[in-house]
């Protein structure tokens, strides 16, 4: 079915079609064009690439991008097809090299948030914000001599938590191009730190709550839809008690006591593997919980006998 729009002829509204050739668009039942020669801002699809294969067909350019000093709209001379040769020794290499790009560095680091977010499956406003604060830092003091694979996993961590989707320091540190933890959460200190020197007040991180991992984490296990939402509400309950423990930890140790009770049990290996929570931190997280099962647990999930055969800590 197409889309629907006021005819004025038929004084109703109707059913349109768009004529992609002539960019009219035009009413099914009368045949009235209600707009002529739209704008097509959809991608350009057609190649024109008739040569070699590794040729890049696209005519055009990204879109603009208001974090670079010439919206990203800058032109690159690019190696003349079939030529031989250095290219930067010719005339055009010299003048592109004449040329440089003063954001050249920027755009390299925005490239390097991109790939560390399409690996993990984050969206684009998550890699936006990253883009955001990375330049904010960028700005106010030069990061020479910094760990640059460290500061740009912390802008992507910093943008996750802002954008209420966190991700622990360990999914991050897995896409950080050998970056560690601990460089990582240096890094992520600095940034706070120049981020709140320039706004003159403290930076806004958002809370972290154990359901926000828990999905992903159920997910990674390949548990059954009705052992996750008993796992969600359980985690809902686990905030009302003074557990004092993450709440990765918390999503983690409650995967464990939901799946002892189910018939598809999971190895503590398993889930330490999937939450990247050490066994011996979701042991001692099971311990403190373990008091009160009989209060996080959905009772339409496991009755009371069910309970009391839970291994005791």
Not at 27 to 38: F, I, K, P, Q, T
Not at 235 to 244: C, I, M, P, Y
Request: charged share 25%.
């Amino acid at each position: 079915m197409g889309d629907f729009s006021y005819c004025p002829d038929c004084k109703k509204s109707t059913e349109v079609v768009f004529d992609h050739a002539a960019g009219d668009t035009v009413c099914v039942e009368c045949g009235l064009v209600l707009e002529a020669h739209s704008i097509d801002e959809t991608s350009e699809w057609r190649t024109f690439a008739n040569e070699g294969h590794d040729n890049d067909p696209v005519r055009v350019g990204g879109p603009t991008n208001p974090l670079l000093a010439d919206g990203g709209l800058s032109t690159v001379i690019a190696k003349p097809n079939g030529s031989s040769g250095d290219f930067l020794t010719s005339s055009l290499g010299r003048w592109q090299s004449r040329g440089s790009n003063p954001d050249r560095n920027l755009i390299q680091a925005f490239k390097s948030i991109a790939t560390m977010a399409d690996r993990l499956g984050l969206v684009s406003t998550i890699k936006d914000r990253a883009n955001e604060i990375y330049k904010k830092v960028e700005d106010q003091k030069p990061l020479r001599g910094r760990n640059q694979d460290a500061i740009l996993a912390a802008c992507l961590y910093i943008a996750c938590r802002q954008e209420d989707k966190p991700r622990t320091v360990k999914e991050i540190c897995s896409v950080a191009n050998g970056a560690t933890k601990k460089e990582i959460g240096r890094a992520k200190e600095f940034i706070v730190k120049q981020l709140e020197g320039e706004m003159g007040q403290s930076v806004e991180m958002g809370a972290i709550h154990a359901g926000d991992f828990l999905r992903r984490f159920c997910s990674h296990l390949g548990m059954d839809k009705q052992v996750v939402k008993a796992a969600q509400e359980a985690v809902l309950k686990s905030e009302e008690l003074d557990v004092r423990r993450s709440p990765i930890s918390i999503a983690a140790a409650i995967i464990y006591i939901i799946t002892q009770l189910s018939g598809d049990k999971k190895p503590l290996k398993d889930i330490s593997l999937a939450t990247g929570v050490a066994e011996g931190t979701i042991r001692n997280s099971y311990k403190d919980l373990y008091p009160h099962i009989s209060r996080i647990i959905p009772s339409w999930y496991a009755k009371e006998d069910d309970l009391k055969n839970l291994s005791n800590p």
